[in-house]
């Protein structure tokens, strides 16, 4: 089956900088994959997804990377904000990482 | 105004007594999905269902059951047999099961504590 898996499982940055949150994943199969952004006590909410035949897809603030030789993604956020606060997940599928916390600064 | 509702969102049981979570959906979709959320963990699959009538078990399905009559329930079943049933519960719903249909729309949560 497969592991989804995250690289750190927190992160600090200040207000302004940009964010990167890594994710690993196990199979080679995997064709499509999603960053969700889960704040305290809620649902996750979708960020931003990739298809196994792109390497990179932007959208408002935020980069997903696809580096499917080392099976690993990235999400980038651009000029963190304090509301870019939450836990972020990655996901293979219906199979989720164990997240990142990222927490902002002022 | 569509999306999913979960209820109730905190619920509380003695051990040894079942209990069931409620999860309905109004977006249409053909596949909703059970996780399992511990603290400062991610989320771990219970159950899945394709279409109605259909359902098949995750990656920790034991002690747990799930139905899906109506394309717009899926509800989730907390049995005795659940060693540690105390966790974060979150229904999530697709338009389709596989390929870029994945996208998952998640209620709120219900937090069960069982004591």
């Known amino acids: 089956g497969e592991s989804v898996g995250l690289h750190l499982p927190t992160l600090s940055v200040q207000e302004g900088d940009n964010s990167i949150i890594n994710c690993a994943y196990s199979?080679?199969?995997?064709?499509?994959f999603i960053w969700y952004k889960q704040e305290s006590g809620k649902g996750p909410q979708f960020i931003i997804d990739?298809?196994?035949?792109?390497d990179k897809r932007q959208g408002q603030r935020v980069t997903v990377l696809l580096n499917k030789t080392v099976k690993h993604l990235s999400l980038q956020i651009a000029a963190t904000q304090p509301g870019d606060s939450a836990v972020y997940f990655c996901?293979?599928?219906?199979?989720f990482g164990a997240g990142t916390r990222l927490t902002v600064k002022p | 105004d569509g999306g999913i509702t979960q209820s109730p969102k905190y619920l509380f049981r003695k051990e040894g007594q079942n209990v069931t979570l409620s999860c309905e959906q109004n977006?249409?979709?053909?596949?909703m999905y059970w996780y399992r959320q511990d603290p400062g963990q991610g989320l771990r699959l219970i159950y899945y269902?394709?279409?109605?009538?259909?359902?098949q078990k995750g990656d920790i399905a034991e002690g747990y059951s799930v139905s899906r009559e109506k394309k717009e329930s899926f509800p989730l079943t907390v049995t005795s047999a659940q060693k540690n049933p105390t966790a974060f519960y979150l229904c999530?719903?697709?338009?389709?099961?596989?390929?870029?249909?994945?996208?998952?729309?998640f209620g709120p949560g219900t937090r069960l504590t069982v004591t």
């Open positions: 977006l249409n979709h053909d596949a």
């Open positions: 990739i298809r196994s035949n792109m």
């Open positions: 269902s394709q279409i109605v009538n259909d359902f």
């Open positions: 999530a719903s697709s338009p389709r099961l596989g390929g870029d249909s994945y996208e998952q729309y």
């Open positions: 996901a293979a599928g219906m199979r």
């Open positions: 199979n080679s199969a995997s064709d499509y």
